[in-house]
């Protein structure tokens, strides 16, 4: 009945979820017989340019900024790195907070900043520098987070607990503590900035530190990272940025990745950075190169006789984008300013379990996010904004039980099935041409509600003579389905001779170490011979297609595609 699921014991019979753990495949509910295929047609004219495609995907982050430094984390950033070398980029929460760098659920610490008896500040970039070179080291760059509040610096009431006391389970609101507080002396918060960024040209040197971007805090808009007001926000903010300025005036700066679209706030923050008086320089506005805001999907949990399933919510993911190009582009100073969607996920909370989160180790997952991002790069063209990067906010948690739920591209080093949409990304061209489906729901229909129709959507792009088309098959709920019996109609190839096809695939049973490790029993000790099954399981192969013959400019290929399947099809 079930895909692909870390949850399938909450949900299925005992006799249900073993069939599922070693069949590795869903399970049609009330019927022995698979459902009919659909008939899709596909069309592509490699003729028709549409327009640039900008690669927004290549930006990923963490709440846990040590993870970077450990051998899992290590791993998959240079998995990362590998995407688009020098072009991928990561954010991390914590890299400012008090502590001695030892990783923890939704927290992490540099101890960048400490005091003496008589309140002269030290700073200590060992962990920050350890942090950076993992990324640098493996093709990754910045996007430089500054943030949080050093316990020296943090104004919070005496008797506030600094670190939090957080774990899974626990109510999100205990993530608070004394790092989430504005500065008590803005002179010296400026000067950390300006500190750690004068180290960071020093150290890599102004043309590297010139690529990455400076961001100030996260989400303040909400009580769990923020406890000031929204003015002592836009003065913590201020103070950075003329920090940052200070040390390497071109900086590429920004902000201020709120919650949401950040309703009034992100109104106020607009309103300052453009007409406000700078709190730090005492001049009108802030210096702004990038705009950030945060968009979330609420996926929901469906009871149901035999256990129940998830159900995804992508109609609050898409409204999240749409309000937020809408907030900016009604700005006429800041239209053409660079947008960056800070974090873009099915869901709010990467460690946060729960049923409903049950889609994550698996190809529902995968299927969501190209049926996702396309929508974005829609919204972007319709709202007609320069959108630079659209961050996905997981990473790995080191040390955690196999496929433990969490939202996260790799467990225990073995890439999940989400990971190699994003290696078919990095296989997009620079233009987009001309492809439609006649399965694709509509973007307005997409944001309607939650749909119950199988969306087997197209992109196509091309790179000199080389097409790529890219094909999903998603539908909002997490159950088994008919597969799409596509009819791909190809025009705009030029001269008649043979064409060189290539196929990547993800789907339920392919470029999947999940329904590998189902098929194994689930062991939560797998040995050196399990882990080699389960990493070669996690590749995504090419395989060559037979030669596709052109007449007049026309080849027509048919395929099949499973639900949650996504595939690419390179033409050469």
């Known amino acids: 009945m079930l895909k692909n699921s870390a949850f399938t014991s909450w949900r299925l019979p005992a006799a249900a979820c073993l069939a599922l753990a070693l069949a590795g495949q869903p399970v049609m509910a009330g019927t022995d017989r698979p ?60 890299l400012l907070n008090t502590g001695d760098g030892t990783a923890a659920f939704k927290w992490g610490s540099t101890n ?5 008896k008589d309140g002269k500040p030290i700073y200590n970039w060992m962990i920050t520098d350890m942090i950076i070179d993992s990324y ?20 919070a009431p005496a008797g506030t607990p600094y670190r939090h006391s957080w774990r899974p389970g626990f109510k999100y609101e205990l993530i608070e503590g004394g790092w989430n507080y504005p500065p008590k002396d803005y002179g010296k918060w400026e000067e950390l900035v300006y500190q750690w960024t004068k180290h960071n040209v020093e150290k890599y ?56 679209s950040g309703g009034a706030f992100m109104d106020g923050f607009l309103k300052h950075v453009v007409s406000g008086t700078n709190h730090a320089t005492g001049q009108t506005g802030t210096p702004t190169d990038f705009l950030a805001f945060h ?159 199988n969306d087997v959507g197209v992109m196509a792009t091309r790179k000199g003579t ?17 597969d799409a019996a596509i009819r791909l109609q190809l025009d705009g190839l030029g001269k008649a001779k043979a064409r060189k096809v290539t196929r990547y695939l993800v789907d339920p049973h392919t470029a999947n170490a999940y329904t590998q490790w189902q098929k194994m029993g689930s062991p939560q000790s797998p040995d050196q011979d399990q882990y080699k099954l389960l990493e070669a399981a996690s590749i995504m192969h090419s395989e060559s297609l037979a030669p596709l013959s052109v007449a007049k400019g026309k080849a027509t290929l048919d395929l099949t595609l499973v639900r949650q399947g996504v595939t690419l099809l390179i033409l050469e």
Not at 136 to 152: D, K, N, S, T, W
């Open 295 to 453: 968009a979330k999907g609420s996926p929901t949990f469906i009871k149901g006789p035999e256990g129940g399933y998830v159900q995804m919510g992508m109609v609050n993911h898409l409204k999240a984008v749409d309000n937020g190009f809408r907030k900016i582009a009604a700005v006429p100073a800041l239209k053409n300013t660079a947008i960056v969607i800070g974090e873009s996920d099915p869901e709010g909370c990467a460690a946060c379990p729960g049923p409903q989160n049950g889609y994550r180790n698996g190809t529902m997952y995968s299927s969501y996010t190209a049926a996702s991002f396309a929508r974005i790069w829609e919204l972007a063209e319709r709202h007609k904004v320069n959108l630079d990067g659209v961050l996905t906010w997981a990473f790995t948690f080191e040390d955690q039980p196999w496929f433990a739920g969490y939202r996260q591209l790799a467990s225990n080093g073995i890439d999940l099935p989400v990971l190699n949409v994003f290696r078919m990304y990095a296989k997009l061209g620079p233009d987009s041409i001309a492809a439609t489906s006649s399965a694709q729901v509509p973007l307005d229909e997409m944001m309607a509600g939650v749909t119950q129709k």
């Open 112 to 116: 960048a900043y400490t005091e003496d």
């Open 136 to 155: 640098l080291a493996r093709g990754v760059r910045p996007y430089l987070q500054i943030g949080f509040m050093p316990e020296a610096l943090s104004s």
């Open 35 to 94: 459902e009919q295929p659909i008939s899709v047609t596909i069309q592509v004219d490699a003729s028709k340019t549409t327009g640039p495609l900008k690669p927004v995907w290549r930006f990923f982050g963490a709440d846990e900024p040590n993870y970077a430094t450990m051998k899992d984390g290590q791993k998959l950033l240079a998995h990362l790195g590998e995407l688009k070398p020098k072009q991928v980029y990561f954010r991390a929460h914590n």
């Open 205 to 260: 040197g102004r043309d590297e530190v010139l690529t990455w971007y400076f961001e100030v805090w996260n989400e303040p808009n909400g009580p769990s990272y923020w406890k000031g007001t929204p003015e002592e926000f836009y003065k913590t903010h201020d103070y950075a940025i003329a920090g940052v300025k200070r040390a390497l005036p071109e900086a590429k700066v920004g902000g201020p990745d709120v919650a949401g």
């Open 466 to 482: 080389e097409l790529a088309i890219l094909i999903w098959h998603y539908n909002d709920n997490d159950l088994a389905g008919p």
